[in-house]
């Protein structure tokens, strides 16, 4: 069967022209939200990558940014770590923010909405709104994963997986919250958003320490990048993985595509893969970058890919 993700062909690309750590964009892809050295950087794709800089003193680890575009949240390094949420309008609105070119990006002195200073004592690994935007999670580097009220910063829930979180991720529909643990041995632990109660808890084996997850939009399973180069698909319903395909690079990130037909994996090495969703089976992959992907994300009607060296292309 042919499948039309298989054809996708650059159609824009915009320029942060420095190192990122992190990237997140909306669901509309118009909006990317860029952690870059000491700045978090709104992008707008839609303007020939025009772009807003709000300057930190401090490295920024992670960024996130709601599925409507409304929020971005960023996590910083300082005496510790602390995470700040900002309403996207009041960034717009803001007297000392003027869009301009990405020669010359504007500065924000803008307050933040709440900012999260308790809890996690380490680096904040990744951030992640949910679907709806009511929640904000927080992987720390300590084995802590917080959810938060993404309207005030109150704390919901608080887990101690006992190992490093290294990244988290929501249910389209909204029930649950996954995170993904480990170095060297790892576990995937998934928990019911409204309660806070267990639902899967999955020791991965040694060399299974996870980098990256997200979750099917059915979602009833999610798929995992881990640390020995294998892609994994876990159901909820079961502790064995459905697939496991080993991989040649290291795994950066890895999306479920929105039409649910095939994953995205993106690579170190800059290159893209496309598994089939049910079998893992590689259907192809092509060079999307010359430097490690940061991270990508499947849109609607669009691939959106961030490497590492500051490039973001859109594919469509």
Known sequence: MKIKLLEYQLKSKAFVNRPVSDAAINSDGNLAVVASGNDVLLIDLNQEGTRISIPYSNSVQSVAVSANGNKIAASMVYRG????????????????????????????????????????????????????????????????????????????????PYTPARTVCFSDNGKYVAFGTGTREGRLLVRTLSSGKEKQNINTGRGGGIGCLDFARDSKSIVAGCRDCTVRQYKLTRKTPTFSTQMQTGIKSVKNSFDGNVIFVGHSNGNVAILDHQTGEQLHSFQAHSSAICNLFSLESSLVTVSESGEIKVWA
Request: some cysteine.
């Open 81 to 160: 770590c602390y995470t700040q949420v900002w309403r996207v309008s009041d960034i717009l609105n803001a007297e000392s923010i003027a869009m301009q070119s990405p020669q010359n990006p504007a500065e924000s002195t803008v307050a933040p909405l709440f900012e999260i200073t308790k809890k996690h004592q380490d680096l904040v690994h990744d951030l992640a709104f949910s679907a709806d935007g009511k929640w904000l999670a927080t992987a720390g580097h300590e084995a802590e994963v917080g959810i938060w009220d993404a309207t005030n910063g109150s704390s919901a829930h608080f887990f101690e």
